[in-house]
């Protein structure tokens, strides 16, 4: 699928369009699966909570409109249960998004040896990784979360220094001052997110826990942030017009149609129901230009992991090696653990004897995190 030597830009992002193509049931079939189970989480929510908030909104209009405590009261209560819910959502999805990743690593992987790979095979590739692709997201979660409060806490600081409540000016000059604070915050996220990009590769490929993995994503950054960010951005430029030239037009015809079906005189139910129903529509659609979109970015990312350490450990030599057997384990290249050990579920791996191309025989040692020779 691509040639066993360092990459260039044009082979990773023409790589990753051919390992989608040739395992699209086990990379689309498993993203749109899970694309749509988030959906489906997410508009279970809107149905209930969201509908039955604005139903409340609807109920209290006058209520609220005299400012009446009692409906004000229960206006924040509404309001706190819905953002509880959506940020429980949210969650789930961020944990889907990961597991997704990290299994869809495995094509990919198979496919630089022109080996093709079933739904199930990847699957039973990734389950012993799943608690740590977790555990990745967790972590990138709480540190989210740490950033979000530090730059909160900063903004109400010079919110209560300021004491804008009297002076335009100087709310203008809180807004101006919170957008300025807000630079340096984005700029170490783009570049901590970069560093960790090849984490859930290097977790599922080199067996490795969620802080290993994360240290070896940033070891193979080193000297390499400017290459890994250019074709990780150039790759989501791509999947975002992919997806807007296709879910844009159809998000259009749905707030066209959707208000025609409403009539003249819509009641409250009315409303709500066909709200959520054009909101349940674009989701669909956005999940599965999702779905190929999230394919072709996780390849991206697996085939950049397969670059950089094809530029700093030989693993081009590796792959080279393994392919002159001509057999096929059912294992990932380049992993410590043999695919017939994750196929049979057997005891932990001590070393394993392997045949060579020459018809040899020769011992491999046990994975000791932080050796990646060939």
């Given at each position: 699928?691509?040639p ?6 044009g ?8 390992a989608?193509r040739?395992n ?7 993203a749109?699966?899970?694309q ?7 508009m279970a929510v809107?149905?209930?909570?969201f509908g039955?908030?604005m139903t409340?909104?609807?109920?209290m209009?006058?209520s609220?409109q005299s ?6 009261e ?5 309001l706190?249960t819905?953002?509880?819910?959506m940020l429980?959502?949210?969650f789930?999805?961020?944990?889907i998004?990961m597991v997704?990743q ?6 990919v992987?198979?496919?630089?040896l022109?080996r093709k790979?079933s739904f199930g095979?990847?699957w039973?590739l990734?389950k012993p990784?799943?608690?740590s692709?977790l555990?990745?997201?967790v972590l990138?979660?709480v540190?989210t979360?740490v950033a979000?409060a530090?730059?909160a ?8 220094a300021?004491?804008?409540?009297d002076s335009?000016?100087?709310?203008l000059g809180?807004?101006a001052?919170?957008?300025?604070l ?7 996220a783009v570049?901590?997110?970069t ?6 590769a290097a977790i599922?490929?080199e067996?490795?826990?969620a802080i290993?993995g ?7 950054t ?10 990780s951005f150039l790759?989501?430029l791509?999947a ?6 296709i879910?844009?037009?159809v ?11 409403l009539?003249s ?7 709500i129901?066909v709200?959520l129903?054009s ?6 659609v956005?999940?599965?230009v999702?779905?190929?979109?999230l394919?072709f970015?996780t390849?991206v990312?697996?085939l ?5 350490r094809m530029?700093r450990d030989g ?8 392919s002159e ?5 059912g ?6 653990v043999p ?6 579920n057997?005891a932990p791996y001590?070393n394993t ?5 020459n018809g ?8 000791q ?6």
């Amino acid at each position: 699928m691509i040639p066993l030597r360092p990459l260039g830009l044009g082979e990773i992002l023409d790589g990753a369009f051919q390992a989608a193509r040739r395992n699209g049931k086990a990379m689309f079939g498993s993203a749109l699966i899970f694309q749509l189970a988030t959906v489906a989480v997410t508009m279970a929510v809107m149905f209930i909570i969201f509908g039955r908030f604005m139903t409340d909104i609807f109920d209290m209009e006058s209520s609220l409109q005299s400012n009446d405590p009692a409906a004000m009261e229960a206006l924040g209560g509404g309001l706190l249960t819905l953002s509880l819910s959506m940020l429980l959502t949210g969650f789930l999805a961020v944990l889907i998004q990961m597991v997704l990743q990290g299994a869809l690593v495995v094509p990919v992987l198979r496919s630089v040896l022109n080996r093709k790979t079933s739904f199930g095979q990847m699957w039973r590739l990734t389950k012993p990784r799943v608690g740590s692709l977790l555990l990745l997201a967790v972590l990138y979660a709480v540190a989210t979360v740490v950033a979000v409060a530090a730059y909160a806490a900063i903004v109400v600081g010079l919110i209560v220094a300021l004491d804008p409540q009297d002076s335009g000016s100087a709310i203008l000059g809180v807004i101006a001052l919170s957008i300025l604070l807000s630079l340096p915050f984005v700029v170490l996220a783009v570049w901590i997110g970069t560093k960790v990009l090849l984490a859930p590769a290097a977790i599922v490929v080199e067996n490795v826990g969620a802080i290993a993995g994360i240290k070896r994503s940033w070891q193979l950054t080193k000297r390499n942030w400017w290459r890994t960010f250019g074709t990780s951005f150039l790759a989501a430029l791509i999947a975002g017009i992919i997806g807007g030239v296709i879910t844009t037009p159809v998000s259009m015809l749905v707030s066209f149609v959707m208000p025609l079906m409403l009539g003249s005189e819509p009641t409250t139910d009315q409303t709500i129901t066909v709200l959520l129903i054009s909101q349940a529509l674009t989701s669909i659609v956005s999940a599965v230009v999702g779905a190929v979109t999230l394919a072709f970015q996780t390849g991206v990312m697996a085939l950049i992991y397969v670059d950089l350490r094809m530029r700093r450990d030989g693993f081009d030599i590796a792959l080279l090696k393994e392919s002159e057997t001509g057999k096929d384990d059912g294992g990932i290249p380049g992993s410590p653990v043999p695919g017939a050990l994750v196929s049979e579920n057997s005891a932990p791996y001590g070393n394993t004897t392997y045949g060579n191309s020459n018809g040899t025989t020769g011992v491999e040692t046990p994975y000791q995190p932080g050796n990646y020779g060939s």
